[in-house]
């Protein structure tokens, strides 16, 4: 008996043992292509989810400078992602300078990354800075800001109004950078700016 005869007549079978040949093949070619397993290189158990209750948080950039604190009555971090969800923050941006006083601030829930670099403020956000010798009082009010904290910077795409002495400023979406006091207002912005008083 011929072999193309012989495969003719039993179809099905010499199709199964093709089929597993195949398989086995494509098998054999992955194992022998594919990428080696990334090793994990975590040494003790792993992390668990926690949360906190009436917590102090304290931040500092690269050269040892406070960057950020705050303070909230609930904290949790989620297994995952290592981020930390709050709720109720009351935080504090640190000015850096001599004789400038710090932006004091809360909002209604708070959200940071793994590596402390990005802050999400949510829902309505109010922030302020008493007055000293080199300006007056200031206040924000705004909701929805992206911070990054370490870099003293935030936006947000809602509206903003902004209070510094007797100066009045709004607009819809605003960026400020809280190192050189800039403040930056995208549509609809109007603002008030009395006249300085002359120095006697």
Sequence with gaps: MRLPGFLRDRGLPTAIVLVGLATALVQLLYWWMAPTPKVNEFVGPPRSGYTLTNFKLFAYDVDGLPSFRMHAPHLERREGDDSLYINAPKFELPSNQPNVPNWQGESLYGWVDKPGTLLKLQGPVYMHRP??????????????????????????????????????????????????????????SHGSFPPRKRKS
């Excluded at 909701?143 to 510094?164: C, F, G, I, L, Y």
């Design 131 to 188: 007055a000293f010798p080199g300006g007056p009082a200031a206040e924000l009010h705004t909701s929805d800001v992206t911070a990054w904290p370490k870099e003293n910077r935030m936006e947000t795409a809602a509206s903003a109004q902004m209070t510094q002495g007797d100066s009045r400023m709004n607009g819809i979406g605003m960026r400020a950078n809280l190192n050189d006091n800039h403040l930056e207002l995208f549509d609809e």
